[in-house]
């Protein structure tokens, strides 16, 4: 599947500048297409309240009500302040022509209609709302009917995903032109419910590169000829398992072998595990200071690594390795406490990925967390950029992000993955499938969706988010990326 483009807000401004240059009246084109998607889901007569504006979100909305009005809709529409922009001013002439019922206040004990269409704010809100705002927002919440919202829930930032102060809580969003980052992130994940584009058949020479996409990828590189033996798939070594923690190396071992490495060497700091029961495939390899790390293709270290004497020496080692390296966990908070970690990852010959958290995220740049929450791309790049390594920041939205500043925006998964361990999963995954000969950004891409698959094949399966463990998922892997790779 092609990758959705996301364009930066500079961007898409000047697509808009383009298609009206070009007399492509986007606003009709987007009414167009809103009443279209209420024909699909609600039959003429129903009843529909369309909440409009004072800018071109809001004239969108006044002629998606004329376009529906024409439709055999029944039709009222809010209006709580007059109109700033020209559009929504010729909008609104159109829309008392037409005799719309227009309010600029909810009369009380207003009857639930069978659809809100909120065309409030869209992408343009840029400062917090105020408090007549919030309470006009908090009413439409309020009442007991579905929401579609146009481009973006009013309220919700479309690039950061964080509310400014109130939000409208889509069911769904129907977004035009490009995916808005901030629909699928932070707070905009649940705000934003069910997210559909519409492209308005804007011509595709007309869009700029985009900055980003969301993240679509291919599994075919992983196809394998019959004629295979366990070298073709390379080998992972897992470093990690302190005493007290060796349950994340172990998670991130199996994981790999799920994810299909050939072979996966389990290094842990704590001596005391001669064999797993559930994965003796497993070659268990206890490291201290005088062990040499078995032959591997890719190292994946971190995962219960602890932060004592031996993982402090062994840090700059793995990074002098010249092989592929996944960090993770102790790993990125040893690498936050060491001043010249940047630079020495940033020189490294082979590919690094880091997959940090928020938190983490948050020490490795010296700043706290919720920082990183309120612009996950702009630090996820500069993380990316600093280290000049492939970067995962995990989360609602997880981001993979190169060196040059170019993301994904992750879609699978959801709350299911939000327990304990299933950060070592996605490790060992990662790891798998650069042994497998996938480039750096391709195999995290891959690994990061296929991780959000499992959870989302368990939410089906179970009828809800509760329960996954991360040693459940681990063993899902499998079974997705063969039916990935299937083309199912």
Known sequence: MK????????????????????????????????????????????????????????????YAALELQQREYLVDVLLPCPPSSLACRQALQQAQASEL??????????????????????????????????????????????????????????????????AIHADHTLTFLCYKPGLFCSQGADLAGQVELATLDCPPHFFPPGEGALNAPCA????????????????????????????????????????GAGKVYLC???????????APELMI????????LPAADVIA???????????????????????????????????????????????????????????????LLQIDTAAVQRDRIAHARQLAARYRCVVVLK????????????????????????????????????AALLAQGLPAFDATALAVHLHGLAGDDYQQESGGPIGLTASATAIRISRVLNRLLAGR
């Not at 009206?20 to 609600?42: E, K, N, T, Y």
């Not at 009369?107 to 705002?133: K, M, N, Q, V």
């Not at 295979?228 to 994340?248: D, Q, R």
């Not at 842990?268 to 559930?278: F, G, M, S």
């Open 301 to 363: 270290f971190g995962p219960g690594l602890g932060q004592q004497e031996l993982a402090a020496r062994l840090l700059p080692q793995i990074v002098a390795l010249p092989l592929p390296l996944v960090l993770d966990a102790d790993a990125l908070n040893m690498l936050a406490g060491d001043r010249d970690a940047a630079g020495r990852i940033a020189q490294r010959s082979s590919v690094t990925v880091l997959t940090p958290h928020p938190a983490e995220a948050a020490r």
């Open 268 to 278: 842990p700091l704590d001596d005391r595990l001669p064999v797993d029961a559930i």
């Open 101 to 166: 019922a227009i309010f600029d206040a909810l009369p009380s004990h207003y009857p639930p209609p069978a659809l809100l269409i909120d065309g409030l704010f869209g992408i343009g809100l840029s400062r917090p709302l105020d408090e007549t705002w919030k309470q006009r927002i908090n009413q439409l919440n309020a009442l007991d009917c579905p929401i579609l919202a146009l481009d973006c829930p009013s309220g919700l930032d479309a690039y950061s995903g964080q509310s400014l102060g109130a």
């Open 220 to 259: 075919a590189a992983l196809a394998r000829p019959r004629d295979s033996h366990k070298g073709s798939f390379g080998t992972v070594a897992v470093i990690g398992g302190a005493p007290g923690m060796l349950g994340a190396a172990l998670l991130a071992g199996r994981s790999a072998l799920q994810g």
């Open 3 to 62: 990758p959705s483009p996301i364009l930066s807000l500079e961007a898409l401004r000047q697509l808009e500048r383009t298609a009206d240059a070009a007399g492509l009246m986007l606003m009709q084109r987007a009414a167009q297409a809103s009443a279209d998607w209420v024909g699909r889901h609600l039959a003429p007569g129903s009843r529909l309240l369309v909440c409009a504006g004072p800018g071109n979100n809001g004239g969108d909305a006044l």
């Open 395 to 430: 989360g609602a939205g997880s981001l993979i992000v190169r060196p040059d500043g170019y993301y994904l925006l992750n879609t699978s998964g959801g709350p299911e993955l939000a327990a304990a361990g299933q950060g070592d999963v996605l490790t060992g995954l990662i």
């Open 285 to 292: 390899r206890p490291l201290d200071e005088m062990a040499e």
